[in-house]
């Protein structure tokens, strides 16, 4: 038991949790947080704190508020794209949970099941998934996968071996007038099937109330990056960075509340010229693939050097916030998905061709935040990302 803390054992062995290779895991993560979030940082917003509370307790706090959950008889899910609904899951009463992988600590447990060119998230989220090292994953009664890129696709294969894997089929050309009449099917698939699973019945009041909910909280993301554009800026890339991925995995009703209290923080430091980072300073936007917990490489790169990201267009940044419903109106469960399926599609990933709308992302986004450069990153093997960097390369030079 870490001193402090109750003592998460107990839990995580009744998880089936591979206690060694956790215990490594959660041996380093401090020493790289403290290092990364703590020493190499000043002038940091007092809210940030929620965030540096969550990470000392990663795999505590929240897994067992699941496990409660699970006790009461509500189901939690697990999620790898922004692609699918968060709202009907909530609408459900079941629980949903973002999973994913950003070490290749836990790549030894996929390496082989996968070919050696595969990407590294993909090998990572799969890797703590049946290695059993991810109490978020082994709390899940159901996965919902996607066809965005090849690599996960056929990774749902491999993971069902292990756990109950549905998916969702996305489709590839967004813009042909077929593609939205078949993503709504798809929702429509995706719904009767956690109706299965929860043993519930959506209601339009249900629907409503969980989009409700969670457009709250996107609203209050978008709040925080608002307080970027200014300079000095409010608040660092990687504190930022921190609050995006804790989003994807936490209880949407405490994130609304502590962004809301960051955003009002962040508002109030821009008012009064307080920067996290010095005024002046080179403003950098960093677009590509997503980067999940702990990725914190490019961020912490950039800013030892004395530069500032001040936006991602990533599904860690931007991407998770940016499509909004407008207003929620509708009596039927029809009428709701007709809107998801235009706020859905409405996201610019690199996994639909043609995909121009995340050129002018980029573009509008360098204006809007004053960006002095932009840094196309990339995962290692993610070919929809690497490709698609050389057309954007060209479009911001
Ligand atoms: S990059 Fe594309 S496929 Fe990956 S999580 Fe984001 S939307 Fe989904
Ligand atoms: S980073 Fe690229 S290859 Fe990896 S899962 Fe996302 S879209 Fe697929």
Known sequence: MTEGKPDWYPMWRELGIDIDKHDQLLAVLPVIFKEIYIDAQKNRPDTIGFWDFVVGDIHGIRVSELKKAKEEGKKVIGTFCLYVPDEIIFALDAIGVGLCGGTNFSNYASEDLLPVNICALIKSGLGFGVGNICPYFAMCDLI???TTCDGKKKCWEVLSEYKPVYVMETPQCKDRPQARAHFIQEIKHLITKLEKVTSTKLTVDKLKSAIVKISKKRSQMRRVYEARKADPVPISGKDALLMSQIAFYDDPDREIEMIGKLADELEQRVKDGVG?????????LVSGTPMAIPNWKIHHIVETK?????????????????SEYGEIKGNTIDD????????????NCACFTPNEG????????VKEYNADGVILYTLNFCQPYEIESIGLEKAIK
């Open 144 to 146: 919902i996968g996607e």
């Open 276 to 284: 996290a980072i010095e005024k002046g300073a080179k403003r950098i």
């Open 358 to 365: 995340r050129k002018e992302d980029i573009l509008r986004l």
């Open 336 to 347: 709701l998905i007709n809107l998801m399926a235009d706020r859905y599609l409405d996201i």
């Open 306 to 322: 004395g530069a500032a990201i001040v936006v991602e267009e990533t599904c860690t940044g931007t991407r998770y916030f940016q």
